[in-house]
């Protein structure tokens, strides 16, 4: 009984497409009055890995598309979104993005967008 389970739990995971039993999977084993033994699988749903929403990204020159974070991709557009309240540390990263942006070019502009809901400064 015990052997048909370890092997019940190494074959379903490998036909169902998952190369190991742990890539977010529980599996319960059901109790029934027979000799054979039933194995549920139920996967987890998938997440992304950032809490940042990916966005596609062909760097100037290059003939592939990388994903970067969103926040990434409107940097390089010259657009900051200051979206959240604003304290010493937000205003330290606030202050350097715009010295950045500003060494890279100082003839483009950058645009700024603001949805603050106060600040301690």
Request: hydrophobic share 35%.
């Amino acid at each position: 009984m015990r052997l048909q389970f370890l092997l019940a739990s190494l074959v379903l995971p490998l036909s169902s497409g998952f190369v190991t039993p742990n890539n977010g999977m529980t599996k319960t084993q059901s109790s029934s009055k027979s000799s054979s033994t039933s194995l549920s699988v139920k996967r987890m749903p998938i997440t992304m890995p950032t809490q940042e929403p990916m966005v596609p990204y062909r760097a100037p020159g290059s003939s592939y598309d990388q994903f970067i974070g969103l926040q990434s991709r409107q940097l390089r557009d010259r657009k900051l979104w200051i979206a959240r309240y604003i304290d010493e540390e937000a205003s330290n990263s606030i202050i350097s993005s715009l010295l950045y942006l500003q060494s890279e070019s100082d003839k483009e502009d950058i645009k700024l967008y603001l949805n603050i809901p106060g600040a301690n400064l």
